[in-house]
T-cell receptor
């Protein structure tokens, strides 16, 4: 079945470390997105990409980086510059020009 | 800039009662509107979407929403709540351009009381 796979589901990071969250889709969707979810704040856009080798900053890109080397993959790196990285991270994809996202099941990152 | 406001961060209903989750939007262009549902520790699932066709939109799990331009609202309803409806619901808006930057509301947690 087609869908979006996020891994790992739970991730623990020590302060000062970079970590990379994986997002893979087999839906042949052009666009991919990363959102951060915190209680009471809804979803906030970190980065998005409409085509391979191109991506744009969202509303809260500071302390994060992404790459889009393949259409299927859009990994997110949470760097040590991110002051408060503990959150639930959601990856999504869509066909450009068609509305509605398909979401992955999320990665819960905890800084210890 | 587009935005959505969800009235009520927590809503409680009795099993079998009407579910009404409120959403008002702001958009400078004709909007596309969505409702998503999220179960604990899972991603979001699309319930329904409005894309300028019929103003009454039917979605999955018996939910529906009505687009009211005069009230800038897109409230989500279900005639009879089921225990399995307990989840968090997000209203979202995007413009009708080629790139669909979607803006989400803060969510409403629905509790269903047996």
């Amino acid at each position: 079945d087609g869908g979006i796979t996020q891994s790992p589901k739970y991730l623990f990071r020590k302060e000062g470390q970079n970590v990379t969250l994986s997002c893979e889709q087999n839906l042949n969707h052009d666009a991919m997105y990363w959102y951060r979810q915190d209680p009471g704040q809804g979803l906030r856009l970190i980065y998005y990409s409409q085509i391979v080798n191109d991506f744009q900053k969202g509303d809260i890109a500071e302390g994060y980086s992404v790459s889009r080397e393949k259409k299927e993959s859009f990994p997110l790196t949470v760097t040590s510059a991110q002051k408060n990285p503990t959150a639930f991270y959601l990856c999504a994809s869509s066909i450009v020009g068609e509305n509605g996202y398909t979401f992955g099941s999320g990665t819960r990152l905890t800084v210890v | 800039a587009q935005s959505v406001t969800q009235l009520g961060s927590h809503v409680s209903v009795s099993e079998g009662a009407l579910v009404l989750l409120r959403c008002n939007y702001s958009s400078s262009v004709p909007p596309y509107l969505f409702w998503y549902v999220q179960y604990p520790n899972q991603g979001l699932q699309l319930l329904l979407k409005y894309t300028s066709a019929a103003t009454l939109v039917k979605g999955i799990n018996g939910f529906e929403a009505e687009f009211k331009k005069s009230e800038t609202s897109f409230h989500l309803t279900k005639p009879s709540a089921h225990m399995s409806d307990a989840a968090e619901y997000f209203c979202a808006v995007s413009d009708s351009g080629g790139y669909q930057k979607v803006t989400f509301g803060i969510g409403t947690k629905l509790q269903v009381i047996p």
